[in-house]
């Protein structure tokens, strides 16, 4: 799909130039407590000033069936970020629904044409890095902006055995040289694992109905 006016990036929050901005990509069908730990660890590990949360119209990669309608999935997440004491910290965001998009690379580069003094960085949990090699021109992402993954259970050792891990293993650094590198940079951020899981949360809810 074509991506529309670039001006509707203008709906995203204000930010101080030269920001670091991490930005976590997904269904969010539901948001849930995983999300939340990953970006607090995101926000302590990468001394990040916010976390975008890009609520997906529909991942490519994944079947629209069992899907909520995207206005659900979005009031969801930002109810999930208010309860936790994240507003102002955290935003979730319709962007890529405004914009037309659904491939990560496109928003990327939408991102970083409107916001040129801003540090992105790249978000995702472990299960993510292993099949990452299946998206949409997969290797312009880490040529684009920095990214951390973060582990999940039991995804991690395919994931750092992964094609992606090994296409840019020389770009691997520690989290707290991140910022310092020169791109490609990744880091693998080790962290308390958490057990939630949005289609467990799917599952639990249709058990109950």
């Not at 969801?76 to 491939?103: F, K, M, N, P, Q």
């Not at 801003?118 to 949409?136: P, T």
């Amino acid at each position: 799909m074509t991506a529309r006016s670039g001006r509707n990036l203008s709906l995203l929050p204000p930010v101080p130039g030269r920001a670091r901005i991490g930005l976590l990509g997904g269904s969010f069908n539901p948001a849930h407590a995983g999300h939340l730990h990953l970006t607090r660890e995101a926000l302590r590990t990468l001394r990040l000033d916010q976390v975008w949360w890009l609520v997906s119209p529909q991942n490519p990669l994944k079947a629209s069936a069992g899907m909520a309608a995207f206005a659900g999935r979005l009031r969801g997440a930002a109810e999930a970020i208010d309860r936790a004491g994240l507003t102002g910290r955290v935003t979730a965001t319709d962007i890529e629904s405004r914009l037309g998009v659904t491939h990560t690379a496109r928003t990327l580069k939408l991102l970083r044409r409107r916001y040129p003094r801003l540090a992105f960085v790249w978000l995702m949990g472990a299960d993510n890095l292993a099949q990452i090699s299946r998206w949409w021109r997969w290797t312009g992402i880490f040529k684009a902006v920095r990214v951390a993954v973060f582990d999940r259970s039991p995804y991690s050792y395919k994931a750092l055995a992964s094609r992606a891990a090994a296409r840019f293993a020389g770009a691997r650094v520690g989290a707290k040289t991140l910022w310092r590198r020169a791109l490609p940079a990744w880091t693998y951020v080790a962290m308390r694992r958490h057990p939630a899981s949005a289609s467990a949360i799917r599952a639990a809810t249709s058990r109950k109905l």
